[in-house]
């Protein structure tokens, strides 16, 4: 790969004084999608194939603002916000990044650098920073939010401006720099490989925010907590959350391999979608569920963790407890949901929308992955050339966890620096997602 003084001064260790002293370069390689592109599928075209939108190529270096920081990213991951962008659904990303625009016309590109994730070292700093500095191994975390709204002295997530960084804005982790605001970032957990840090933020703070946090499910111990999804980037750490908080996960997943990782994580109570007789369409297959669910721990959840959506949503609202709620984030089969609502009010459930972790929120899941508490739930690591194929992966599920893109990082398992603790931890663990199905 072409790589820059400045590229090869990171991957080779270099002090802080020597990064500070090489230039930025002018552009830079990154995976992004082309505004000339837009309109290139047929609204009802059956296979959106993301492998035709997403490119890797060379792209314009942005000016740094006072309040944000260049990364030089070792890794990426893939979260289905790049899918959805690659398909450009359900608009058009260049919407955003044209109302951004307005108030910072930097974003306003041809192209879109996207992810929303990333693991590197810091080789700029603006002038406003003050707690972070070159050659700091930082991770980042999502939300991108005004730092001077009062508001986000509360919650960032209620922040009228809040954008999925890399999804909603430009310059994402989908490459070999990336721009990001200082009060994204959190220290790099030392135990882990650049791809293993980089896969878990997005995921990790969400399920963090929506079963644990006080603005979302605030599970308790021995809640008993039904998971969609249970082996994916999300489901996955959602049950290490619920476990480690004194919850009992039943996790659901849609094959017998899936089902076997499950097990292997340690989730005692696991629903295998394929072996149901009938689908969730309608209410006979919603009992059908919840029956299966009180033959494994005896009642119905207390939450259910729904981030699926249209093909899951009827069934999550059935399931529920009497009094019991359904927290979701997400839609991936499909925003438009249907349910029975004599199920949630004749019953008093209830329905929390949770979106993204504020900073204080991924400050703490970090904290549990840097105490080796969490683990990563990466499967795959694929070459940046290779990120098109490692989002077609994710759009067609063909993956368990979290697909990691190695950007800067030249080979896997680089970057750790506590082998103590990794030892303490283990491999088994910490490979879990990576082992044969």
């Known amino acids: 790969m072409n790589t820059t003084a400045l590229a090869e001064a990171v991957v080779a260790g270099a002090a802080p004084a020597e990064l500070e002293h090489l230039d930025v370069p002018a552009t830079y390689r990154a995976a992004h999608l082309r505004k000339d592109e837009v309109g290139l599928f047929d609204q009802d075209e059956p296979d959106k194939d993301v492998r035709r939108t997403l490119h890797v190529g060379e792209v314009p270096m942005p000016e740094l603002a006072p309040d944000e920081v260049l990364?030089?990213?070792?890794a990426s991951a893939i979260n289905y916000n790049t899918v959805w962008s690659a398909m450009f659904e359900p608009v058009p990303t260049f919407a955003f990044l044209e109302r951004f625009g307005r108030s910072d016309p930097r974003h306003d590109l041809p192209v879109h650098v996207l992810g929303s994730d990333a693991a590197g070292v810091v080789v700029r700093t603006g002038r406003a920073v003050r707690r972070w500095r070159v050659g700091d191994r930082v991770v980042t975390s999502p939300a991108y939010v005004d730092g001077e709204d009062p508001v986000v002295q509360h919650d960032g997530m209620l922040a009228g401006d809040l954008r999925a960084w890399g999804f909603e804005t430009n310059f994402g982790g989908l490459a070999d720099f990336a721009v990001v605001k200082a009060t994204q970032l959190l220290a790099k957990p030392r135990h882990l490989s650049w791809?293993?840090?980089?896969?878990?933020?997005?995921?990790?703070?969400t399920a963090y925010r929506m079963l644990v946090g006080e603005r979302g499910a605030r599970m308790k111990q021995g809640d008993v907590v039904?998971?969609?999804?249970?082996?994916?980037?999300?489901g996955g750490y959602g049950v290490q959350l619920v476990r480690n908080g004194g919850g009992i996960p039943v996790g659901v997943v849609?094959?017998?391999?899936?089902?076997?990782?499950?097990?292997?994580?340690?989730?005692?109570?696991?629903?295998?979608?394929?072996q149901l007789d009938g689908g969730l369409g309608d209410e006979k297959g919603w009992r059908r569920l919840g029956a299966e669910v009180r033959r494994l721990v005896g009642e119905d959840p207390a939450i259910v963790f729904e981030?699926?959506?249209?093909?899951?949503?009827?069934?999550?609202?059935?399931?529920?407890?009497?009094?019991g709620a359904v927290?979701?984030?997400?839609?991936?089969?499909?925003?438009?949901?249907?349910?029975?609502?004599?199920?949630?009010?004749?019953?008093?459930?209830?329905?929390?929308?949770?979106?993204?972790?504020?900073?204080?929120?991924?400050?703490?899941?970090?904290?549990?992955?840097s105490l080796g508490m969490v683990h990563p739930?990466?499967?795959?690591?694929?070459?940046?050339?290779?990120?098109?194929?490692?989002?077609?992966?994710?759009?067609?599920?063909?993956?368990?966890?979290?697909?990691?893109?190695?950007?800067?990082?030249?080979?896997?398992?680089?970057?750790?620096?506590?082998?103590?603790?990794?030892?303490?931890?283990?491999?088994?663990?910490?490979?879990?997602?990576r082992q044969p199905l």
Not at 195 to 205: D, K, P
Not at 256 to 262: D, N, V
Not at 313 to 320: D, I, N, P, Q, R
């Open 71 to 74: 990364i030089a990213v070792m």
């Open 195 to 205: 791809e293993e840090a980089a896969c878990n933020m997005l995921c990790a703070s």
């Open 226 to 234: 039904l998971l969609w999804g249970a082996t994916g980037g999300l």
């Open 254 to 274: 849609g094959t017998p391999e899936k089902a076997e990782l499950l097990r292997r994580m340690g989730c005692p109570h696991v629903v295998d979608r394929s």
């Open 307 to 323: 981030h699926t959506g249209r093909e899951t949503f009827g069934a999550s609202v059935y399931v529920a407890r009497r009094g």
């Open 327 to 369: 927290v979701t984030c997400g839609s991936s089969s499909g925003y438009a949901h249907e349910y029975d609502n004599r199920h949630l009010w004749m019953k008093l459930k209830r329905i929390i929308g949770s979106h993204g972790a504020n900073y204080q929120e991924c400050h703490e899941v970090n904290r549990l992955i």
């Open 377 to 433: 739930t990466l499967s795959a690591a694929y070459p940046l050339e290779g990120a098109a194929e490692a989002a077609r992966a994710v759009q067609l599920n063909r993956h368990v966890g979290k697909v990691g893109v190695l950007c800067l990082a030249p080979a896997e398992d680089l970057g750790v620096e506590d082998h103590a603790l990794r030892e303490r931890v283990g491999e088994d663990r910490l490979r879990l997602f």
